[in-house]
Nanobody, 129 residues
Framework: QVQLLESGGGLVQAGGSLRLSCVAS????????LGWIRRAPGKEREFVAA????????YYADSVKGRFTIARDNAKNTMYLQMNSLKPEDTAVYYC??????????????????????WGQGTQVTVSS
């Protein structure tokens, strides 16, 4: 089992930037594809971005494409989400999520929320207008 801890959330004005981090601990020797999912007040969880175990494949929701960048550093067991040009509609709790993948599967990404096995506690991002 892997534990995930997010950080980097906060309050920012529209047009500003934030960088979220997610540190994995526990069974980090296993291979995990990772993703960021968010939940806005009164709404369902929403896929934001995903990255493969190798880091070579990424995928973004249309709503964040061109503004957000996902990355990972496996040596540091850390994933990042650089968020630029933030909008009030980006306000949400952002969750880091992990899906265990077999050794032969280094490049798949996962875009469905239900596919993820492990979740962090979340970090609040608030964008003021």
């Amino acid at each position: 089992q892997v534990q995930l801890l997010e950080s980097g959330g906060g309050l920012v004005q529209a047009g500003g930037s934030l960088r979220l981090s997610c540190v994995a601990s526990g069974r980090t020797a296993s291979r995990y594809a990772l993703g960021w999912i968010r939940r806005a007040p009164g709404k369902e969880r929403e896929f934001v971005a995903a990255i493969s175990w190798s880091g070579d494949s990424t995928y973004y929701a249309d709503s964040v494409k061109g503004r957000f960048t996902i990355a990972r550093d496996n040596a540091k067991n850390t994933m990042y989400l650089q968020m630029n040009s933030l909008k009030p509609e980006d306000t949400a709790v952002y969750y880091c999520a992990a899906k265990s993948v077999p050794r032969w599967n280094s490049d798949s990404v996962y875009t469905r929320v239900v596919e993820y096995d492990y979740w962090g506690q979340g970090t609040q991002v608030t964008v003021s207008s």
